[in-house]
């Protein structure tokens, strides 16, 4: 009887969810989060880290070359520089208003659509010197982008995408951040895991996700019970 009405409960909590209500997780994500005996909510939540890194902002006051630095910084300007490797540079500033240039060597097209003028991120990797301080590759989270996506209805009724200038934030209404600025946990993945995007920094956000949804869901049956 005790364990009916624990397995009751967990269905009312939403934690025998299969992992499919998450937005983002599709069939064949799911089917690699399987391979690994994760069907439900609460498998998901069970899956516990390796080991965690510590990604606290840095006090950009202390920069040193050669440490590992997580930093909020604002994109002021972005340029293509040529020579043996081409790579695409981002100049940013710091909450100090100190400059430190972010290279990506790799996707320059694509960062170079996200990374505008105004974007504000949260930044982490060796801090190296060549012509000021500068961060390669490295890991982000952007909190407040230059540019939004909305979806005006059309004449048709349909949904198009728009971009247009997104407002600035105060940085104490920025979302939380689940990649930076905290402890982060690492997990344990594998070839079949990453195909799907499913390693740290994936796992990091479906877990995220999870766990909103389960607090919509808890909220609701403490009301209930009520």
């Known amino acids: 009887m005790k364990n009916s009405v624990s397995k009751t409960e967990t269905q009312s909590n939403g934690l025998l969810l299969p992992v499919t209500v998450i937005k983002g997780v599709g069939p064949s994500k799911a089917a690699a989060l399987a391979s690994i005996g994760i069907d439900t ?17 840095t006090d950009n006051v202390l ?19 040529h020579g043996k490797k081409s790579r695409l540079v981002v100049g940013t500033k710091t909450r100090n208003n100190e400059r430190i240039s972010i290279v990506f060597f790799r996707g320059v097209n694509f960062f170079q659509k996200i990374f505008q003028p105004g974007t504000t991120l949260v930044a982490t990797g060796k801090l190296e010197y060549f012509r000021g ?30 971009q247009e200038q997104e407002p600035e934030e105060e940085l104490s209404e920025l979302p939380e951040m689940i990649h930076a600025g905290r402890i982060i946990p690492l997990y344990p993945s594998g070839e079949v895991l990453k195909s799907e995007g499913l390693d740290s920094r994936g796992f990091r956000k479906i877990l995220y996700s999870a766990l909103e949804k389960l607090k919509v869901k808890f909220r609701k049956s403490f009301q209930t019970k009520l």
């Open 63 to 81: 920069l040193k070359t050669g440490e590992t630095v997580t930093l909020i910084v604002e994109v002021i300007d972005a340029y293509l520089a």
């Open 41 to 57: 909510l609460q498998d998901l939540l069970n899956f516990f880290p390796r080991r965690y890194l510590d990604r606290n902002l």
């Open 133 to 162: 301080f500068q961060l390669i590759h490295p890991d982000y989270e952007i909190l407040t982008s230059a540019i939004k996506t909305t979806y005006p209805i059309s004449s048709t009724g349909s949904k198009k995408k728009k």
